[in-house]
């Protein structure tokens, strides 16, 4: 059989046409403000992502200032045209809260059916919406997201509830209760100030890591099915086993290692701390 080689000039036209083929994009930088009333403690930020990540930085101000990136893809300039035309942000802002939401081609508020199928047709675009916000110190958060979008939230003393189900979660020098959760991902948490409420933190497939203060005071509850519960604090006691003890890589501080324990009592005990995990390790860390 005879091999017939194709020219140069052939191979790269059908490259150019192959990369011309390929996705568009459509991108748009949004900007909103929202006043909020010096009693930011009694409000509650509330946003309901889909697909992006979520960035709030807490600062001494009285506005949420939400800088947020939209991008729309689809496989031609046609469908990219379709999903700019359809695809809608929601705002509803009352007195105690104020929600973002995705409104349109799906409502992405809880039990408003987005991700079951309708008698609408399937979009054959992709859309995603990135959220970069700053809010005052004091308030509340209540924020999600599920696909391609890590969550940071940085200086914020309100309480939080995070969630997420393909990415981790970070919260740096935060003081509030807090619920952290998702799927795959890491869940980081580190404290300005120990939290005065119970709180909780869940993944199943990654590992959780929360700093406190010196001098905590608490019955953490642990649950893995794959992993362990590591800590550096020193006064703890246990509910079904005594801990073990080693040195760091450097032979210097202690750290308990505790297997299959579902309660250890921190300090004097108190407020209760949720841990779980399905394929990952707690760490439990004191801040020097």
């Known amino acids: 059989m005879k ?96 929600v973002a939401y995705i409104a349109e081609p799906y409502d992405s508020r809880p039990r408003r059916g987005w991700y079951y199928n309708d008698e609408r047709r399937e979009a054959e675009y992709r859309y995603r919406f990135d959220y970069t916000i700053k809010v005052p110190y004091s308030m509340n958060l209540h924020i999600g997201t599920v696909n391609n979008g890590f969550i940071t939230v940085n200086n914020v003393n309100g309480s939080m509830h995070i969630t997420n189900v393909n990415a981790g979660i ?55 099915l794959h992993g362990n519960l590591y800590t550096d604090f020193e006064n703890i006691t246990t509910g079904h086993e005594t801990a073990t003890v080693k040195k760091d890589n450097n032979g210097n501080d202690n750290i308990y290692r505790l297997n299959k324990i579902n309660a250890v009592r921190f300090g004097s005990g108190g407020k209760t701390f949720k841990f779980e995990t399905l394929n990952g390790n707690v760490y439990i860390k004191k801040q020097s």
Not at 59 to 85: C, H, P, Q, R, S
Not at 198 to 209: D, L, M, P
Request: glycine content about 6%.
């Open 3 to 98: 091999r017939t080689k194709l020219p140069l000039l052939a191979v790269m036209l059908c490259y150019c046409l192959c990369f011309k083929a390929r996705a568009q994009e459509y991108k748009e930088h949004i900007t909103k403000e929202f006043n909020v009333s010096k009693d930011a403690a009694a409000r509650v930020l509330l946003i309901y992502n889909i697909t992006g990540f979520i960035k709030i930085e807490g600062y001494a101000g009285d506005k949420v200032l939400m800088e947020i990136d939209e991008t729309i893809t689809a496989d031609d300039a046609k469908n990219v045209e379709i999903g700019k035309k359809e695809v809608k942000l929601g705002f509803d802002q009352k007195q105690d809260s104020l």
């Open 170 to 224: 970070k919260l740096t020098n935060v003081k509030g209760t807090t619920y952290a959760r998702t799927v795959n991902g890491d869940v980081t948490v580190e404290y300005a100030d120990n939290p005065s409420e119970a709180s909780s933190y869940s993944t199943i497939n990654g590992n959780i890591n929360v700093s406190y203060k010196a001098g905590l005071a608490a019955d953490v509850q642990f649950k893995s």
